[in-house]
């Protein structure tokens, strides 16, 4: 599809500018699902949204199945692993525990038809509008965990905003994540969510104070160092995240979340490396695996070349409020043709403003992320026009 005439953008100060769409499409890329192999790679998913779904924003999630499926074949195709069922699933954000289940199911029978790479996070959500004790919410995550375990799944341990607000000293969270560590059948990956994503977290670990919840953090993966395979850290602080995978044990990966800082994070320097477990690698999908893979053929200087100029977008689509960065990760797949609405599970498409929204097209499209940036015109000619800025 050609469609290159000039669109009218919004900007934040009220005014309406000229844009001229790049001409330039996504390089072709090599789908072969082909594994990466100098460093593990995981892209957080999107869901989409069923459009003709007649459900209230508060209702249970509506999806529409074909074309979530859809999408994580796509990260698969081009050797990501997939995080399924994390917050960029709108998890705790419009996805409730019933729709997760199925979604976990569903992405892991997938995962094995095709041979895809998958974790899945296993939380506490179905624990809505309770003060739940330590004994139910470890019962909460013994429910999640053995779903995700029994689908074949790696497990997630997301941050849970139970034992947030239950928790009254760090020995709480080590004996809830202790318990849990135990029990697991395979080794998880960690997950400490800052409350940039997720203003209920804060104060997790134990401690306001980030350098009193790292020891504790530290404390519990030197518990059990055989049952984590890693930690997944999205704190948005590089520096804190070098010093913290520095200090973890023996053959315990490091996972950033940092969707700042990760091309230097990636990248790594003498002493180590962080692997990867990031939502902006839902729309850089291509882009990013492209990047590793130089990094596979020791080409160091090319992966940040490859990845670099993607950051001033990761921190557009993530500024704050950050939780919301959804809704542009969205959009974006929109205008890529992965999906054929703008529909999100809560209505979430309205989260963010219609000029951030146009900038966050204007930055992908210079980067050339469009496998046809016709399309990605047309697509956003129309979300402006029945906005209200005339085309």
Not at 223 to 236: E, I, N
Not at 335 to 362: C, D, I, K, N
């Amino acid at each position: 599809m050609s469609d290159t005439a000039v669109l009218r953008l919004p900007a934040p100060d009220g005014t309406v500018r000229m844009y001229t769409p790049a001409a330039r499409a996504a390089p072709a890329t090599r789908p072969d699902g082909a594994e990466l192999s100098s460093r593990t790679v995981f892209a957080a998913a999107h869901v989409v949204a069923d459009p003709l779904a007649d459900t209230p924003p508060d209702g249970p999630a509506a999806l529409d199945w074909d074309a979530t499926l859809a999408f994580r074949r796509h990260l698969w195709g081009h050797g990501l692993g997939v995080a399924e069922a994390m917050d960029t699933a709108q998890r705790g954000m419009g996805l409730d525990w019933a729709g997760a289940a199925e979604l976990i199911r569903r992405s892991a029978a997938e995962a094995r038809a095709v041979g895809g790479r998958i974790a899945c996070g296993a939380g506490t959500d179905q624990l809505t509008g309770l003060e739940p004790s330590l004994a139910v919410i470890r019962a909460a995550y013994e429910e999640q965990l053995q779903l995700v375990e029994e689908t074949g799944a790696q497990a997630i341990l997301m941050a849970s905003r139970a034992l947030a607000a239950a928790a009254r000293a760090p020995e709480d969270y080590l004996e809830v994540y202790g318990h849990l560590l135990r029990q697991a059948e395979r080794p998880v990956i960690l997950h400490w969510l800052g409350p940039m994503f997720d203003p209920a977290l804060e104060g997790y670990w134990g401690s306001t104070d980030l350098d009193r919840a790292t020891e504790t953090f530290l404390e519990a993966v030197a518990a059990h160092p055989h049952k984590v395979d890693g930690v997944k850290v999205s704190l948005l602080d590089a520096g804190r995240e070098v010093a913290l995978r520095r200090r973890l044990p023996e053959g315990v990966r490091c996972y950033t979340g940092d969707d700042f800082h990760y091309p230097e994070l990636i990248a790594g320097d003498e002493r180590g490396h962080s692997d990867a477990l990031l939502g902006v690698f839902d729309p850089l999908a291509a882009r990013a695996a492209e990047a590793v893979r130089l990094l596979d053929s020791n080409g160091g200087a090319a992966f940040r070349a490859a990845l670099d100029p993607t950051v001033p977008l990761a921190r557009h689509l993530f500024r704050t409020p950050t939780r919301y960065y959804k809704t542009g990760v969205v959009l974006l797949a929109w205008l890529a043709g992965h999906q054929e609405h703008f529909t999100m599970v809560g209505g979430l498409q309205s989260a963010r403003s219609l000029p951030h929204l146009a900038h966050a097209y204007e930055l992908a499209d210079g980067l050339g992320l469009f496998p046809d940036p016709g399309l990605a015109a047309s697509r956003m000619r129309s979300l402006l026009a029945v906005q209200g800025v005339a085309q």
